[in-house]
């Protein structure tokens, strides 16, 4: 515990002496750094990839869009950042579940930053060779005969899971149904439910 | 690189911390993301996400294995700075040295530069390229993805070299991450690739599960 104390105060000391280099230096200007990381703490998480799932949900000219051209979908409800988003679809048969299995790949701007588990080398290592365990993990139970597909964002495509609409929620508003979308059911390791 | 980082199918990692859902886990790991982004957005360096990635893949394994994600950017900024004279190794361990926790950060005052500096770290480009020779795999087409061992960056996982799959789809050209990584721009074409899990996994395989991964046409030969 004091080791990682003592590591997690070096590599903070660290950081700083390096911002301050590149602040002195002229390379960044002050308060560019806040500036990146408040746009990527406010304005861009799964909020923006859970309004485009209700969208989807409650227009399927939309949901055709969306699975033709992800990029150009987005763009329309006022998201980018993910120049080659790519959108696939969990349905009763097939379950998309997405992985870097080499670094951390994640669609940014409709997801945000991803969560310490999506990055750790457990997931990352076991998600390809045994996807149902590890989705057991998560709490999610796949029945056998639902075909599991993992995809692995190696290269600059990135993905996102368009979950299944969860049964119950045919009266409900576009936003209200936003609400009902999680993180992790974008990613693919959760389903959702009411 | 045959390192560390290239994870798929390793044991001995344990479950998945599936309470992890944080992005950051301390201050200085948001910071350290705000300098690497920051700089890109203003256009400070010109390194590829394919050199950074490959300044990460050539940490000492052991450290790779158990440094703070965070670190790791922290690792392959350093090294990409260096290597563009923007700060040099000697430059960093002195104020390393002199800094103190409350040492004040300050700067130049301009927020036109602020304002495109996070616009640049927002906005990704397009990284797809216009290529004029056709692909050589259509759709449906059985593939294997060769035994390649590179001391160089790529994105070929192991776990997938040696096996047979079927082109799934045909996604445009992109830029060789194994030439992105030492600045060159070679586009080639790049195909999502459906893997049977018992193609990969053989008797330990999960049933009725496979593996989609996009793979550049020199990773591929036809089966």
């Known amino acids: ?194 | 690189v045959n390192g560390v980082h290239d994870l798929g199918g390793m044991h001995g990692f344990g479950p998945v911390d599936v309470a992890d859902g944080e992005s950051f886990h301390a201050d200085w790991e948001a910071r350290v993301f705000g300098i690497v982004m920051a700089m890109t957005g203003a256009r400070r360096t010109t390194a590829t996400a394919a050199r950074e990635r490959y300044e990460v893949e050539l940490m000492e394994p052991a450290s790779y294995l158990t440094a703070p994600y965070f670190e790791r950017w922290l690792f392959a900024a350093e090294r990409v700075y260096e290597s563009e004279g923007l700060v040099t190794a000697d430059e960093l361990e002195q104020r390393v040295s002199e800094m103190r926790s409350d040492t004040p950060l300050t700067g130049e005052s301009d927020p036109a530069f602020v304002e495109q500096t996070v616009e640049g770290a927002v906005d990704r480009e397009p990284s797809r390229r216009e290529l004029d020779s056709a692909p050589r795999f259509a759709v449906g087409a059985e593939v294997v993805a060769r035994n390649i061992h590179t001391p160089a960056h790529t994105r070929l996982p192991g776990y997938l070299r040696g096996r047979a799959g079927r082109v799934e789809e045909l996604c445009g050209a992109f830029d060789l991450p194994e030439r992105a990584a030492i600045g060159e721009h070679v586009p080639e074409h790049l195909y999502v690739v459906a893997f049977e899990g018992a193609e990969v996994w053989g008797e330990a395989a999960e049933p009725n599960t496979t593996i989609r991964a996009q793979l550049w046409e020199s990773y591929l030969e036809g089966k």
Not at chain 1, 21 to 43: F, I
């Open chain 1, 1 to 194: 515990m004091t080791d990682s104390r003592e590591r997690d105060a070096d590599l903070a000391v660290r950081t700083r002496a390096l911002e301050s280099l590149l602040l002195e230096k002229g390379l960044l200007p002050e308060g560019a750094v806040d500036g990146v990381v408040e746009a990527y703490e406010t304005d861009i998480g799964p909020m923006n990839g859970a309004k485009v799932v209700a969208r989807a949900w409650v227009d399927p000219a939309y949901k055709r869009a969306l699975l033709d051209d992800a990029p150009a979908a987005i763009a329309a409800l006022g998201f980018g950042g993910v120049p080659h988003l790519v959108v696939v679809e969990n349905t009763a048969e097939v379950h998309n579940v997405v992985v870097c299995t080499l670094c951390s790949c994640y669609p940014w701007g409709v997801l945000g930053l991803p969560p310490g588990w999506y990055k750790d080398h457990a997931y990352r290592s076991r998600v390809v060779r045994e996807p149902r365990v590890v989705l057991r993990e998560f709490g999610l139970e796949l029945e056998d005969d639902v075909a599991v597909r993992v995809w692995d964002s190696n290269s600059d495509l990135r993905y996102m899971v368009l979950p299944e609409r969860p049964a119950g929620t045919e009266a409900m508003a576009e936003k209200e149904l936003a609400a009902l979308v999680t993180r992790d059911s974008m990613v693919g390791v959760a389903r959702l439910g009411l």
